[in-house]
């Protein structure tokens, strides 16, 4: 079975443009959740998605929003970008999310922002 | 507030040694306690995870971690170290609410040979 895949690999965006990430689950898990992890903040929750629905959000701001597709596919977006969202974007697959679930994490995306 | 710490940012054993990496929770409840490894360029790995049950926790790779109430803590250890095990070592603690989960920021692992 394909693991978690994620386009691109690496960005280099400059401020204040805005950039599209792109996560494919593994074949039939629904859930998918988007991290970011720095170094001075560490691994971060962004969001989740389950069938298409936002189910849980993290602590941060309107500039990043995300979308789940029927089939399980999910893209998040960062609007204005600012050096601060330079970072790795990881995101994980999972059955349905349970907190039992075991999560499967893509290799992420580098995002550079100059 | 919920939160995890692991206390060190870096570890440097020699191959062949033996590994205890720490990981100290704050939760109202039992939690979801899980290790994960994070090699260069990649994604995380689950390495194990407890939910319930036996306190002693086998997982992938020869590691293993045990669950103590008493002391908040569920430390991953290995009992002898491949230069392959070299990664960063993250603990994470659900669910948290909105925030799913919470990780902790990570210890650094070097093997020497």
């Known amino acids: 079975k394909a693991g978690v895949t994620q386009t691109p690999r690496y960005l280099i965006k400059t401020r204040g443009q805005q950039v599209t990430l792109s996560c494919s689950p593994i074949?039939?898990?629904?859930?998918v959740s988007w991290y970011q992890q720095t170094p001075g903040q560490g691994l971060q929750f962004l969001f989740e998605?389950?069938?298409?629905?936002?189910?849980n959000k993290g602590n941060f701001p309107g500039r990043f929003s995300g979308r789940q597709f029927s089939n399980s596919r999910s893209e998040m977006n960062v609007s204005t970008l600012e050096l601060g969202d330079s970072a790795l974007y990881l995101c994980?697959?999972?059955?349905?999310?349970?907190?039992?679930?075991?999560?499967?994490f893509g290799p992420g995306t580098r995002l550079t922002v100059l | 507030a919920q939160s995890v710490t692991q206390p060190d940012i870096h570890i440097t054993v020699s191959e062949g040694a033996s590994l205890e990496l720490r990981c100290n929770y704050s939760?109202?409840?039992?939690?979801?306690l899980f290790w994960y490894v994070q090699s260069p360029g990649q994604g995380l790995q689950l390495l194990l995870k407890?939910?319930?049950?036996?306190?002693l926790v086998q997982g992938i790779k020869g590691f293993e971690a045990e669950f103590k109430r008493s002391q908040s803590s569920f430390n991953l250890r290995k009992p002898s170290v491949h230069w392959s095990d070299a990664a960063e070592y993250f603990c994470?603690?659900?669910?948290?609410?909105?925030?799913?989960?919470?990780f902790g920021t990570g210890t650094r692992l070097k093997v020497l040979a």
């Open positions: 994980a697959s999972s059955i349905s999310g349970g907190a039992a679930d075991t999560q499967y």
């Open positions: 074949s039939g898990h629904r859930s």
């Open positions: 998605y389950f069938s298409e629905t936002q189910r």
């Open positions: 939760y109202g409840a039992t939690p979801y």
């Open positions: 407890y939910f319930s049950g036996d306190t």
């Open positions: 994470a603690v659900g669910p948290s609410g909105t925030y799913k989960y919470i």
